[in-house]
């Protein structure tokens, strides 16, 4: 399982709520300018849940933009990649939950 400071990337706020070796949820905010860069995941699914915001999730291939406001939801389905940033460059705060399977982060 990959592990938050192994990442290849930093972000201002990333809080764990909880982790199993099936699941990882937590709270992660981006400041204004910061991204999630586009990777994929080969077995989990990533639900997000915004916080605040609005965010964007752009997702490859095929699905497009999609643009997520406090208390709406996103599920990326595995081997989709993504990447996840504040709309508009700005700040977003949201939930993730990552499963079912060993979370790995493989960069494009």
């Known amino acids: 399982m990959t592990k938050p400071e192994d990442l290849p990337y930093s972000i201002a706020g990333r809080e764990l709520i909880s982790e199993t070796s099936e699941m990882r949820i937590q709270i992660l905010t981006l400041d204004p300018g910061e ?59 949201f939930i993730i939950v990552q499963a079912i399977g060993a979370h790995d982060f493989i960069p494009i």
């Open 35 to 93: 991204e999630i860069p586009w990777h994929y995941h080969s077995k989990v699914a990533d639900t997000i849940i915004c916080l605040e915001g609005p965010m964007t999730v752009e997702i490859r291939p095929a699905s497009g933009t999609k643009d997520i406001h406090p208390g709406e939801t996103l599920s990326i389905i595995p081997k989709k990649a993504h990447r996840v940033i504040g709309k508009d460059d700005g700040g977003c705060r």
